[in-house]
């Protein structure tokens, strides 16, 4: 879709855990449509020997690789019309760079594009090198949001008590917050064809882009299961978090848009769960003498949970722990010996994984706010038959599907409110 000669283009960026996105979004007359998009999985996850076998850590170079090969699909013709560029990515972790070091600028097939320099691995939100003894002892945030592991405050926290120093925290590193859709700088360069002197917004969190891009009704919440899983709600018009965190509670209330906030049971256990599962069952088979790919595994495992429609197997699927109760570890109950075949199993873990977001964020609560319907989206819903079945069973309202969620799309969005 090429848009008239008025239209406005925008490109929407998504720094994600798993894959980088980029949307083209065309601003009409009409409202705004994706034009185009592309996205790359970024196979970024790397070790490293200070973070240990708790650190969770990503290569910065292969993400901005991936977002340059994205960027180098997208149509020429479309790029050059670009005017904005919204940014957002996974939240909470933390990457370092030397001043004026940080990238260099080289030729690529279509031009100049710049590559990582001096730049540190992505601490990722996933890290858990904090334990909750060392959060415990860090100063109380002046916040109604809690610290956790994998927060980039706490992993410098966590740098500056490995290497002894006595220093206060390095406030200077911290960036400026201004207003979403509100302009960082300009590119200085022309960059896969778009051109030099682009406006450039501020970074924005993927997981309110990803709201924006879907959430049209107050009444309306939002299952979102990929990596993780989120349920969300948008909190009334003039709501105020409590001044002070309360590390217990499984509600985070998120700054959103225009002022509001989102009530968000944002959960560590979602597709990574299943994801765990499947790798278990082909170190078995592996371990037995045999070779099975694991996405034949996960197709399989899917066929047989959809011909065990009931279990009384219960899973309680917390093998990341949860920011609020980081101790608390998967286990699993009423083991019969007639429920132990892999579609019982199955079918179980994924009820687990619904009941658990419903049990920090209950289907009460969700009466009381006057939520008429509930938005499912997330690859791992939107591939999982049996996960989609669990949502309809337990939620007492209509489902839809298939208006995914998408924080590029999100961003874009964001910088046409902007303007």
């Given amino acids: 879709m090429e ?14 855990t798993t ?39 990503q290569d910065s170079r292969r993400i901005i690789r991936a977002l340059n090969e994205c960027l180098a699909a997208l149509p020429q013709q479309q790029l050059q019309r670009v005017s904005h560029i919204g940014i957002a990515g996974q939240m909470h972790g933390i990457v370092f760079w030397k001043r004026d070091q940080g990238c260099k600028w080289t030729e690529g097939g ?33 916040s109604h949001i809690s610290l956790a592991t994998g927060f980039g405050c706490a992993t410098i926290y966590w740098y500056l008590k490995k290497r002894l120093k006595k220093s206060g925290f390095p406030v200077h590193l911290l960036p400026e917050v201004g207003d979403p859709g509100s302009i960082a700088g300009r590119t200085i360069s022309a960059w896969h064809g778009i051109p030099k002197g682009t406006k450039v917004g501020i970074a924005l969190g993927d997981f309110q882009c ?30 105020q978090p409590p001044e002070t965190p309360d590390p217990s509670s499984a509600v985070s209330y998120f700054p959103y848009f225009d002022g509001d906030y989102l009530a968000v049971a944002a959960s560590l256990n979602g597709g990574n769960v299943l994801a765990t599962f499947v790798n278990m069952v082909a170190r078995w088979t592996e371990e037995l003498g045999f070779q099975i790919q694991e996405s034949a595994i996960y197709a399989k495992i899917i066929k047989a949970a959809l011909d065990q429609n009931d279990s009384h197997l219960s899973v309680h699927p917390t093998i990341f722990g949860e920011r609020h109760t980081p101790e608390q570890l998967a286990s699993v109950t009423s083991i019969a010996a007639s429920e132990l075949s892999l579609g019982h199993v199955t079918r179980a873990v994924c009820r687990g994984l619904i009941e658990n977001l419903c049990s920090m964020l209950p289907v009460q609560r969700l009466l009381e706010t006057g939520v008429r319907r509930v938005l499912g989206s997330g690859s791992a819903l939107a591939r999982n038959e049996v996960l989609r079945q669990e949502v309809e069973r337990i939620f007492p309202f209509p489902v839809v599907y298939g208006k995914d969620v998408d924080a590029a799309v999100g961003a874009a969005m964001v910088m046409f409110q902007g303007k």
């Fill in 19 to 57: 894959s980088v996105k980029a949307a083209l979004v065309v601003g009409t007359e009409q409202g705004q449509v994706v034009a185009e998009s592309c996205s790359r999985e970024t196979q970024a996850y790397t070790s490293s020997v200070e973070a240990g076998l708790q650190g969770m850590e």
């Fill in 110 to 142: 279509t031009g100049p594009i710049f590559e990582p320099e001096e730049v540190s691995h992505l601490v990722t939100w996933q890290d858990g090198r904090c334990s909750p003894a060392f959060l415990s002892s860090l100063p109380l945030p002046q």
């Fill in 210 to 239: 990803s709201v924006y891009s879907c959430l049209t009704e107050r009444t309306d919440a939002i299952l979102n299961i990929s990596t993780s899983a989120q349920l969300t709600i948008s909190m009334p018009s003039g709501f």
């Fill in 3 to 16: 848009g008239g000669p008025d239209s406005v283009c925008v490109l929407g960026i998504d720094l994600g």
